[in-house]
């Protein structure tokens, strides 16, 4: 196999793997790949390369961090309530500092 389909049928294989949002042929003899996506899974891909062209190794494997420091963390609050079909009442509470009882 001349080594231009071996590249064509790597990445073949790296594209169809969950998660790869790019591909990067690198090194003198542009024999390394650089896979960069989102919950990709390097043994299973490092597998399926074994298996479907022979020999491939896992050189590196790092988990990417792409948060700007400027951007706001978001949290989204879920209700505790079950849900029943019909509408619930909302719960009032208030919290009460200076109350002569408590005193």
Same mark, same amino acid.
Not at 78 to 95: A, D, E, I, L
């Given at each position: 196999?001349?080594?231009?389909?071996?590249?064509?049928k790597v990445m073949k294989i790296? =594209?169809? =793997?969950?998660?790869v949002t790019s591909i990067v042929i690198q090194g003198p003899d542009k024999d390394r790949v650089?896979?960069?996506g989102d919950g990709v899974d390097p043994i299973k891909l490092t597998t399926a390369l074994r298996?479907?062209?022979g020999n =491939?190794?896992?050189e590196s494997a790092q988990k990417m961090n792409n948060k700007n420091e400027d951007e706001e963390d978001t949290c989204y609050a879920?209700?505790?309530?079950?849900?029943?079909?019909?509408?619930?009442?909302?719960?009032?509470?208030?919290?009460i500092h200076d109350h002569p009882y408590w005193n």
């Open positions: 196999m001349t080594p231009e389909k071996c590249r064509i790296i =594209a169809k =793997a969950n998660g650089m896979v960069i298996n479907k062209v =491939a190794s896992l879920s209700s505790s309530y079950g849900s029943s079909g019909y509408p619930q009442r909302p719960v009032y509470y208030k919290m």
